[in-house]
């Protein structure tokens, strides 16, 4: 037998077996249903009764309340006087645990009349007894609360406090509950609005609710309407197929697996209804696993409710009569009084040959479907009467439809699979997996009458929070709309992402409800696994957990199994659904994630890598380690800027200083320089500009020695030459007194690039050289950058007179000092001046492949500061190759980039290249614009030199004359 998976069949699996577990022995982050009981009018009864005869009433009282606790697997927290406080999802959650909470309070109220006629017999005084009661749910801490002998576990926050002020409103008979109770009943209990109310002590009024009942059927619980089906068609083809062949007599099983909220019950309504037979439904409850035959009660009252069945029954007895009338021993899948002449064994004997009996009076008058939703929930005398009346399928036109998850117990399974194998009948089995994508937005397009209500970032995330699950679609919909972010104006629905953005870090709480049941069945060994899983991630690589708890392959088969894990890429892990991760992590108190975060940092900083790297810091700060994990991320924005992702650098350091703010002057000063070093030069400048005064009233010597030399280079960078020197000369007065070589070279070299910035070539090659002097036979790397700098600024030195082969030697001089690891960013720089030197020489085809490598490399890299005078150079080289049209195209490419950069001199530049290529073409007038532009930019940037060059050819085209024979060496000035 095989599971029909939409389109392919899939091996049978065997069911997952339930496990109850012991909570852990710590303190944790809970949704909790909170339950209020109080008796009213206590005092008037005190002041009536002898205080023996009211603590016999208490006794008798709590005594119903602690049964309905135990019958709705709640937890009693204390008595307080006449009162009674019960938690419904701690230590354990269930997926309805607020409806848990009101079953055991309209239990406890049905059962006051016969409390109270009991009391009236046993105290001889008639005592009206009148309860009122109140549900509240929200997250609280529960936990080992006190010390010594008054330790014990219970629970504080707010769905607690919500529930005792809400109490005080709630009249006698009444239970009230607040909105978020309210929400999670939805489609279970009647409930009527008692409007926006203020309690005691709290600032923000509560919407509350009042009780009125349950509900019999599970209503939709999305946005007023039933959610279509979607994605199913192969599988509710094969169900209608089932169901039809009944009209030719043949019967048969169909089981329907899948996890919760799959669509499993709609694919019921749809494939089962509106047919010729006759339809009996049964459904498990989650608390259902100690009331006997709870499953079966709907459907044999469905069968009895039909007269002619019953007296087909009748007829039977008239023929072949039995002990019991068959109609009587079905009472005991009733709740009836048992007859007391037969034993246990005799009476359930009698009611299953009855009920035999009762299907198969039922199929041979009419084709007829049994269906049992939620068999994982069944208890074990349901399943053993299921395998006992299946053989009848295989008689007559009789279809038993079961549903269930895979987490349902393996006595069930074993005992279904086991009946199924006996069948002579056709057996189906079904599995529902997770819808697609394309079919989940189908979904959302169909729940909202229109695709495009959502922005496709939200419709993304909610897709993939989903996990493709129907069920998680509609109710994160339904929470948009209970917080206000999704309304419907009478034309349609409208989000408001504002609200929306506000209600993200909260589930919604059904959602929270059914995934942390799931976890709380885990006994501890597996429930630290998934916790420590959650820490690290949505997806986590079960080594990495291995090594911080120990190895164990057989605990990630069990939860794979299980249905929590998922396997991944590359022997990875991932959290069967996505929002399942989010649960667990909730649930951790602060210090449980300190702890665990600073266990996965323990972990990562013995891996290597760039993704590592970025995961330390980042637990690191959750670890509450804020200097540490600064410090990661300061290390991560170097490792991002030596392989040339200067965004990614900033974006690192943005994080290094939220993460520790003492930090911050330091990592402000490196970003500033990363953003110079992008061509964010305005930006680079302005962010200088903020941090200097700070820096000038209290940070060491060095650090505003460094600060001032960056902020020289910003000057350099927007062409500012006096204010280059500027800076540069008060940053080395600072740094020579303190003996640190960076700062002192930083300086030398920031002042050299001033110098020659303003036409003193010869005082700037001897700072230059006195800066390769100081950094010596250094061997640490941003001291070898510095070295490396000036010993490429010589080479510009050369290269500007014109002597090219110079020039090209001390590139070489450069890189060699780099050895064989030079930062991508310096690579290029040195690229781009051997390509410069070699236009000069002629050596064009060569220099014209090394500045398009300049070119495609920056842009990849995003170190677009070296664009503009990578471009113009590269249009010069093309300019002297004969292709005029690349060339200025090149050139006013490199005009573009240097206004977006705010990079005067490269604009400058790139100017006076189209004026030069302008002229070559003869076109005298577009090469005077260009040339008077250049002229007017280098001048306003203080660049006396270079506008002097661009000058001179102005005045030649002007003239009338043709470009000067160096034409090319004139260009080059500026680079």
């Not at 939709?220 to 309407?225: D, E, I, M, P």
Request: aromatic share 4%.
């Amino acid at each position: 037998m095989g599971y029909l998976c939409d389109d392919r069949e899939m091996p049978m699996t065997s069911a997952l077996h339930a496990k109850t577990a012991s909570p852990p022995p710590r303190g944790e982050r809970r949704l909790v249903s909170a339950l209020f009981l109080d008796v009213c009018g206590f005092t008037r009864i005190s002041e009536q009764l002898d205080p023996e005869l009211v603590t016999a009433l208490l006794n008798r009282l709590f005594e119903r309340v602690d049964a309905a606790v135990a019958r709705y697997d709640g937890y009693l927290d204390k008595f307080i006087g006449d009162a009674a406080l019960v938690l419904f999802g701690a230590p354990s959650a269930h997926e309805d645990d607020a409806e848990r909470a009101v079953r055991a309070a309209l239990d406890v109220l049905d059962e006051l009349p016969d409390l109270e006629e009991r009391l009236t017999k046993e105290l001889g005084v008639r005592v009206p007894i009148q309860v009122h009661a109140a549900v509240g749910t929200g997250v609280v801490v529960a936990g080992v609360l006190g010390a010594g002998e008054a330790a014990r576990y219970s629970a504080l926050g707010d769905g607690v406090n919500v529930a005792a002020r809400l109490l005080n409103q709630a009249g006698p008979g009444e239970i009230w509950v607040d909105l978020t109770t309210a929400t999670r009943l939805r489609g279970r209990a009647v409930l009527e609005s008692r409007g926006v109310v203020p309690l005691k002590g709290r600032e923000e009024p509560v919407h509350c609710f009042r009780v009125l009942g349950l509900t019999a059927t599970d209503e939709s619980r999305g946005l007023g309407r039933r959610a279509p089906l979607i994605g199913r068609e192969r599988a509710l083809g094969a169900l209608r197929q089932a169901a039809e062949r009944l009209n030719v007599g043949v019967g048969g099983l169909v089981t329907v697996l899948g996890a919760a909220g799959v669509g499993k019950s709609r694919l019921l309504r749809d494939g089962l209804s509106d047919g010729f037979w006759s339809a009996h439904a049964g459904r498990c409850i989650s608390y259902g696993r100690a009331l006997p035959y709870h499953p079966w009660l709907d459907v044999v009252a469905s069968l009895l409710a039909d007269e002619s069945l019953v007296e087909g029954l009748e007829h039977l007895d008239q023929h072949t009569p039995r002990a019991t009338p068959r109609v009587s021993a079905l009472g005991l899948f009733l709740g009836e009084e048992a007859d007391d002449r037969l034993d246990a064994a005799a009476r359930r004997e009698a009611a299953v040959d009855a009920l035999r009996d009762l299907l198969t009076v039922a199929a041979r008058a009419k084709p007829t479907v049994v269906s049992l939703d939620d068999l994982h929930w069944a208890d074990d005398a349901s399943v053993e009467l299921l395998d006992a009346l299946l053989p009848i399928a295989a008689k007559a036109p009789l279809l038993f439809v079961i549903v269930r998850r895979p987490e349902g117990g393996e006595e069930a399974e074993a005992g279904l699979t086991q009946a199924a194998a006996r069948l002579g009948a056709p057996h189906l089995g079904l599995e529902l997996g997770p819808l697609s994508e394309p079919d989940t937005r189908r979904l959302v397009a169909r729940l909202l009458d229109d695709d495009a209500v959502l922005p496709e970032a939200r419709l993304t995330r909610l897709i993939r929070r989903s996990g493709g699950v129907p069920l998680f679609v509609e109710e994160q919909l339904r929470h948009l709309q209970d917080e206000g972010a999704l309304t419907w104006s009478g034309d349609g629905w409208v989000f408001d992402a504002g609200r929306a953005d506000q209600s993200e870090s909260t589930l919604p709480p059904t959602l929270h409800a059914l995934l942390a049941a799931r976890v709380d069945r885990l006994p501890p060994h597996l429930r630290a696994r998934v916790e420590l899983g959650a820490v690290f991630g949505e997806e986590f690589d079960p080594a990495d957990i291995d090594a911080c708890l120990g190895d164990d392959t057989d605990d990630w088969d069990t939860l794979c199994a299980e249905g929590v894990l998922a396997p991944a890429r590359a022997g990875r892990l991932v959290f069967a659904r996505p929002m399942l991760q989010e649960v667990v992590y909730s649930t951790l108190l602060r210090p449980q994630r300190q702890a665990l975060h600073a266990q996965a940092a323990e972990r990562l900083a013995r891996v290597s890598g760039a993704r590592a790297q970025h995961a330390l810091a980042w637990h690191l700060e959750r670890a509450g380690q804020a200097a540490q994990a600064a410090r990661v991320w300061a290390e991560a924005a170097r490792s991002a800027s030596h392989v040339g992702a200067p965004s990614q650098a900033i974006e690192l350091l943005d994080r290094a200083m939220r993460a520790d703010p003492t930090q911050s002057s330091a990592l402000a000063l490196q970003r500033a320089r990363l953003l110079l070093r992008q061509g964010r030069v305005t930006e680079g400048r302005e962010s200088l500009d903020a941090l200097l005064p700070s820096l000038r009233a209290e940070a060491p010597a060095v650090l505003l020695s460094r600060a001032l030399s960056e902020r020289a280079l910003a000057a350099y960078l927007a062409g500012d030459g006096p204010e280059i020197v500027r800076f540069a000369e008060e940053a080395l007065l600072l740094a020579e007194p303190t003996g640190d070589r960076l700062a002192h070279a930083e300086a030398l070299r920031r002042l050299g690039m001033g110098q020659e910035f303003c036409g003193e070539e010869a005082l700037a090659q001897a700072t230059y050289r006195r800066c390769v002097t100081v950094v010596g036979d250094a061997e640490d790397r941003a001291l070898i950058e510095l070295a490396a700098g000036c010993t490429n600024d010589l080479g510009e030195l050369e290269r500007h007179a014109g002597r090219y082969e110079a020039a090209l030697g001390w590139y070489e001089r450069s890189l060699a000092l780099w050895g064989e690891d030079p930062p991508a960013f310096m690579l290029l720089i040195q690229t781009m001046n051997a390509g410069a030197a070699l236009v000069g020489l002629r050596r064009l085809p060569e220099a014209i492949v090394r500045l398009e490598s300049v070119v495609v490399e920056a842009e990849r890299a995003g170190a677009r500061s070296v664009l503009p005078e990578a471009l113009a150079l590269l249009a010069l080289a093309l300019g002297a190759e004969g292709q005029p049209a690349e060339a200025a195209e090149r050139a006013a490419a490199a005009r573009d980039e240097a206004q977006r950069q705010g990079q005067h001199e490269g604009e400058a530049f790139a100017c006076r290249v189209l004026g030069l290529l302008a002229a070559t073409r003869g076109e005298l007038e577009e090469a005077k614009r260009w040339l008077g532009e250049s002229v007017d930019v280098f001048g306003a940037a203080g660049r006396a030199v270079e506008e002097q060059h661009s000058r001179e050819a102005l005045i030649a085209v002007t003239a009338g004359e043709a470009p000067p024979r160096g034409w090319l060496a004139w260009a080059q000035r500026a680079g």
